[in-house]
T-cell receptor, first 113, second 117 residues
Framework: KQEVTQIPAALSVPEGENLVLNCSFT??????LQWFRQDPGKGLTSLLL?????REQTSGRLNASLDKSSGRSTLYIAASQPGDSATYLC????????????FGTGTRLTVIP | DTEVTQTPKHLVMGMTNKKSLKCEQH?????MYWYKQKAKKPPELMFV???????INESVPSRFSPECPNSSLLNLHLHALQPEDSALYLC????????????????FGPGTRLLVL
């Protein structure tokens, strides 16, 4: 069964800290993995997409890594800011199955000023 | 234009009403999606359209009826909904249609928050 899990469900950090969000998936045969941000009651904003052949992607203060063999991805946020407070979702496109994204349950991040 | 738009932003309807949700993109994407998201849960896929044809229906009740009039528009017609259908309905699109590897980032709209009374 293909599943995506995110731990912890919620995280609070003081402003300025570096932090890591975790995503794990049960099937290593993936096409890609995508990290999204969702503000309360809003749609999803794509942050980073990592292809299966890649190890990491970077955008500004964000760095996402992918280890297919262990079924894990991490999203590293440097020098966190209160504006980073949101729910972060990872989503995996597995090689078996159609053009679906399997979403994790998300990590709700609060950055305290 | 890298935006997916959805209307209305909010919708309140009774169980006997008929309403429609609309989604639009002008990025030339060939795949469009409807997702349903309950509070504090991840989005759940409902339908996928590929080249304007319905390719995936994730066992969604018939009171939800999707329609893709052209490559830029996606509608979701609602009829005889139940209170448990109250949720955030998200539309998304991607350049690549079904199957295969590729740079098919999914772009999401802001959603329609639906309340069924």
């Amino acid at each position: 069964k293909q599943e995506v899990t995110q731990i912890p469900a919620a995280l609070s950090v003081p402003e300025g800290e570096n932090l890591v969000l975790n995503c794990s998936f049960t099937d290593s045969a993936i096409y890609n993995l995508q990290w999204f941000r969702q503000d309360p009651g809003k749609g999803l904003t794509s942050l980073l997409l990592i292809q299966s052949s890649q190890r990491e992607q970077t955008s500004g203060r964000l760095n996402a890594s992918l280890d297919k063999s262990s079924g894990r991805s991490t999203l590293y946020i440097a020098a966190s800011q209160p504006g980073d407070s949101a729910t972060y979702l990872c989503a995996v496109k597995f090689q078996t199955g159609a053009n679906n994204l399997f979403f994790g349950t998300g990590t709700r991040l609060t950055v305290i000023p | 234009d890298t935006e997916v738009t959805q209307t209305p932003k909010h919708l309140v309807m009774g169980m006997t009403n008929k309403k429609s949700l609309k989604c639009e993109q002008h990025m030339g994407h060939r795949a469009m999606y409807w997702y349903k998201q309950k509070a504090k849960k991840p989005p759940e896929l409902m339908f996928v359209y590929s080249y304007e044809k319905l390719s995936i229906n994730e066992s969604v009740p018939s009171r939800f009826s999707p329609e893709c009039p052209n490559s830029s528009l996606l509608n979701l017609h609602l009829h005889a909904l139940q209170p448990e259908d109250s949720a955030l309905y998200l539309c998304a699109s991607s350049y690549k249609a079904l199957g295969g590897e590729g740079l098919e980032t999914q772009y999401f709209g802001p959603g329609t928050r639906l309340l069924v009374l």
